[in-house]
């Protein structure tokens, strides 16, 4: 079983930064591809970004050019980087993994972007 937890989301007006953190724990972390999602108030969830186990990351249209997920396997974490943010931004982000079929989520970190 893996364990997800979140942390780095917070307050920050527009135009600013943050940088999230997901730390995993109970798997074996080099073959993971894990992710981050993001649910904003009455919307239903979106995809943001993953990372591959050999480090291939993607990423969602709404975000591109302002996101980057990097992944550290010295210390089970994978990290999102969130530049330029914007209102829209506003969302519990939550990171992700599969693992033999199994969804494992965090419970989330809450980023709040000022209008």
């Known amino acids: 079983q893996v364990q997800l937890v979140e942390s780095g989301g917070g307050f920050v007006q527009t135009g600013g930064s943050l940088r999230l953190s997901c730390a995993a724990s109970g798997g074996t972390f080099t073959v993971l591809q894990l992710g981050w999602y993001r649910q904003a108030p009455g919307k239903e969830r979106e995809w943001v970004a993953p990372?591959?186990?050999?480090?291939?990351?993607s990423y969602a249209n709404s975000l591109r050019g302002r996101v980057s997920i990097s992944r550290d396997n010295s210390k089970n974490t994978v990290s999102l980087q969130l530049n330029s943010l914007r209102h829209d931004d506003t969302a519990v982000y939550h990171c992700h993994t599969n693992l033999k079929r199994m969804h494992y989520w965090g419970k989330g970190t809450l980023v709040t972007v000022s209008s």
């Open positions: 990372i591959t186990s050999s480090g291939s990351t």
